[in-house]
């Protein structure tokens, strides 16, 4: 079946804790984003890649990092300097750059 | 940056009424996209504009691209309660540094009484 995964569906993250989103395609597709959607508001980009080992800031990287060391693959870590993580992140996923995205299920993130 | 203003923010109505939403944006757009997002999942794409003043259907859905480029309407016909969810327009811009980036309207939120 393609599409995109994201792992886990729940994550919690402890005061000053670095935690990883995974995000993995099997749409052959060269570009991935991550998104942030709090409640009552549209989604957010937080870093967009275009192609493997290269990736750009989105409108709030802040507190986030990505890499892109395969095409299948785009994991985002928020780390401790993301001082209100709590959100629902999405993943998706576009054949190049400027065609349609196809987003995952999603990763909800609290705070302990 | 580029703002999308959807409105309504929110719909309760009953079935079998018929629904019409839409965003503007303050600057143009080569692509208008309209997903449909059901709790704790990922956006799903329903219809995707080209061109100016494009009318597509997808069952009972209808979206439209605006003349200007600036705008977008989505009509959903004869409501049922599966069409509950959260309804996003999206503008997208070719070229530039907004290559391939998408901008994103607050969503419509809506309920369908039985």
């Known amino acids: 079946d393609g599409g995109i995964t994201q792992s886990p569906k729940y994550l919690f993250r402890k005061e000053g804790q670095n935690v990883t989103l995974s995000c993995e395609q099997n749409?052959?597709?060269?570009?991935m984003y991550w998104y942030r959607q709090d409640p009552g508001q549209g989604l957010r980009l937080i870093y967009y890649?275009?192609?493997?080992?290269?990736?750009q800031k989105g409108d709030i990287a802040e507190g986030y990092s990505v890499s892109r060391e395969k095409k299948e693959s785009f994991p985002l870590t928020v780390t401790s300097a993301q001082k209100n993580p709590t959100a629902f992140y999405l993943c998706?996923?576009?054949?190049?750059?400027?065609?349609?995205?196809?987003f995952g299920a999603g990763t909800r993130l609290s705070v302990l | 940056g580029q703002q999308l203003n959807q409105s309504p923010q929110s719909m309760f109505i009953q079935e079998g009424e018929d629904v019409s939403m839409n965003c503007t944006s303050s600057?143009?757009?080569?692509?208008w996209l309209w997903y449909k997002q059901e709790p704790g999942e990922g956006p799903v794409l329903l219809i995707a504009?080209?061109?100016?003043?494009e009318l597509t259907s997808n069952g009972r859905l209808t979206a439209q691209f605006g003349i200007t480029r600036k705008d977008s309407f989505l009509n959903i016909s004869a409501s049922i309660p599966s069409d509950v969810g959260i309804y996003f327009c999206?503008?997208?811009?070719?070229?530039?540094?907004?290559?391939?980036?998408?901008?994103f309207g607050q969503g419509t939120i809506l309920t369908v009484h039985p």
């Open positions: 999206a503008g997208q811009v070719a070229g530039g540094t907004s290559y391939g980036k998408l901008t």
């Open positions: 600057s143009i757009f080569n692509t």
């Open positions: 890649s275009q192609i493997v080992n290269d990736f």
């Open positions: 504009l080209y061109k100016a003043g």
């Open positions: 749409l052959n597709h060269d570009a």
């Open positions: 998706a996923s576009s054949l190049a750059a400027a065609n349609i995205q196809y």
